[in-house]
């Protein structure tokens, strides 16, 4: 179904930060050099309507670790981090936050 982006974040990481701008109006396997006439065609669409225009394509995750004199923001810390692995639920058991085995299954699978 195309590409997908999955952007972790701590909030004190001196190098990762959120991404706002990963938002497309291509279709899988559509040509990179008609992005600007499709883009200028589908604006209007509803189809491609989502508040903001286009279909977004990263998913923005915001994790809590503060880092102190002792211990650093590294990049390894994500890979400890259950946050990172691990989906969530509210109490309505709508998924609050995509773990990264869950995107891997979920494209596996199809």
Request: glycine share 10%; hydrophobic share 30%.
């Amino acid at each position: 179904q195309g590409i997908f982006w999955a952007n972790y974040w701590y909030f004190q990481d001196p190098i990762c930060n959120e991404i706002r701008s990963y938002r497309s109006y291509l279709n899988p396997g559509e040509s990179i050099e008609s992005a600007r006439s499709l883009r200028l065609e589908r604006t209007g669409s509803d189809e491609w309507k989502d508040g903001e225009g286009g279909r977004v394509i990263c998913r923005n995750e915001r994790g809590h670790k503060h880092m102190s004199l002792f211990h650093p923001m590294l990049h390894s810390d994500y890979l400890y981090d259950d946050w990172f692995w691990f989906s969530e639920r509210d109490p309505d058991g709508k998924p609050s936050h995509l773990g990264a085995l869950d995107i891997i299954a979920n494209r596996v699978q199809g």
